[in-house]
């Protein structure tokens, strides 16, 4: 059954599609048919920049147990990074102190 309820989030980040890199400015994500994974419903994943058009689009279809280990790995790398060193706040080349630096 699809529940018809898209959550969307805003992206700072970006991203390769099949017209090259691009910046993807929202995110959505939806349980419903996949168009090309071979399940009855999948966990759907859009990036994309609506002001670039349908080519700034990159488009995932997982199952729930895919869409849910992804979670946790994504989790995984956050804890195991140093606070703030994949942050929008941090320049590209900046030094990132440890959580227990004075």
Same mark, same amino acid.
């Given at each position: 059954?699809? %529940?018809?309820?898209?959550?969307? $989030?805003?992206?700072?980040?970006? +991203?390769?599609?099949?017209?090259?890199?691009?910046?993807? %400015?929202?995110?959505?994500?939806? $349980?419903?048919?996949?168009?090309? +994974?071979?399940?009855?419903?999948?966990?759907?994943?859009d990036f994309t920049d609506p002001a670039a058009g349908p080519s700034a689009r990159v488009a995932v279809e997982l199952t729930e147990e895919s869409a849910l280990a992804l979670v946790g790995a994504i989790q995984q790398a956050l804890a195991a990074a140093p606070p703030g060193l994949a942050s929008a706040g941090t320049p590209a080349g900046a030094p990132v102190r440890s959580a227990g630096a004075a």
């Open positions: 059954m699809c %529940t018809y309820q898209t959550f969307k $989030v805003e992206l700072d980040g970006a +991203a390769k599609g099949a017209s090259g890199w691009f910046t993807p %400015t929202e995110g959505a994500v939806y $349980v419903d048919h996949p168009f090309h +994974a071979c399940h009855e419903h999948t966990v759907n994943i």
